[in-house]
């Protein structure tokens, strides 16, 4: 079993900057798509962004198409989401996510990830 571990979330005045990792336990992170899903209470967990195996293939939500970056450095274990020119409505908790299976193309379903960390608190308020 997999483990996800999230960090870098935190309080940042709106318009600021938060860069989100995400560290994978084990030695197959380079084979599985990525992704980044967020919650806000009540509310379903939506998709923010997803990074293909070897990073030739994201997709990002609408929403923050534009202002988040993923990335990804396979080396490291680690996958990153880079949140600039922040808004209060990005508030939620962030979680990382790992394919279901190696070798899928990402997937912007929820449904396709079988893999959660325990997620990290963002908060955008002045």
């Known amino acids: 079993q997999v483990q996800l571990v999230e960090s870098g979330g935190g309080l940042v005045q709106p318009g600021g900057s938060l860069r989100l990792s995400c560290t994978a336990s084990?030695?197959?992170?380079?084979?599985?798509?990525m992704g980044w899903f967020r919650q806000t209470p009540g509310n379903e967990r939506e998709f923010v962004a997803v990074i293909s195996r070897g990073g030739g293939n994201i997709l990002y939500a609408d929403l923050v198409k534009g202002r988040f970056t993923i990335s990804r450095d396979d080396a490291k274990n680690t996958v990153f989401l880079q949140m600039n020119s922040l808004d209060p409505e990005d508030t939620a908790v962030y979680y990382c996510?790992?394919?279901?299976?190696?070798?899928?193309?990402?997937?912007?379903?929820?449904?396709?990830?079988?893999?959660w960390g325990q997620g990290t608190q963002v908060t955008v308020s002045s």
């Open positions: 084990g030695r197959t992170f380079s084979t599985y798509a």
């Open positions: 996510a790992r394919r279901r299976q190696p070798w899928l193309v990402p997937s912007t379903e929820k449904e396709g990830y079988g893999d």
